[in-house]
Each structure stands twice: as C-alpha cells, then as structure tokens.
C-alpha cells in the first residue's frame, strides 16, 4: 500500500449503507468479514456472490472457527 490510487480499483458504497453502519457497533471480527464482502461484492460490482469460510479466512487471516462464529 505504497500509494494507492482510485484508478487502481475502488469500492463504491452507497450513502445509506455508510450512514447506517455508522450508528452500529460492530466488533473488528465483524468489521474484517464486513469489508471481505464488500470487496467480494461492491468491489466487482455485483450485487451478491457466493463467499466461502475459506475465502474469508485468507483475506482477513482469521481463524477458521472466528470466522465460522462470526458469519452466523
């Protein structure tokens, strides 16, 4: 992340999604998984996609079971 540029690739997300999430609390768990579907999602431009435990655990380097525990 020497200097990342916008043109490199960017995750659009809607207004009401931002201001609703800023009147929650999540745990950083929660908030790791969260920005994995993000990415998976927005970050394609898809509206949904099928997200394995496995691929969560390789972006965010969390463990199998937090993973498991926290999708649920």
């Not at 995750?11 to 790791?32: F, H």
């Amino acid at each position: 992340m020497a200097n990342p540029q916008a043109e490199d690739g960017h995750i659009d997300i809607a207004n009401e999604i931002a201001d609703n999430l800023a009147k929650i609390r999540l745990s950083g768990e929660e908030m790791q998984v969260l920005w994995v579907i993000f990415r998976k999602t927005y970050g394609w431009h898809k509206k949904e996609d099928w997200i394995s435990n496995s691929q969560i655990v390789e972006m965010t380097g969390l463990h199998k079971a937090h993973v498991s525990r926290t999708v649920r």
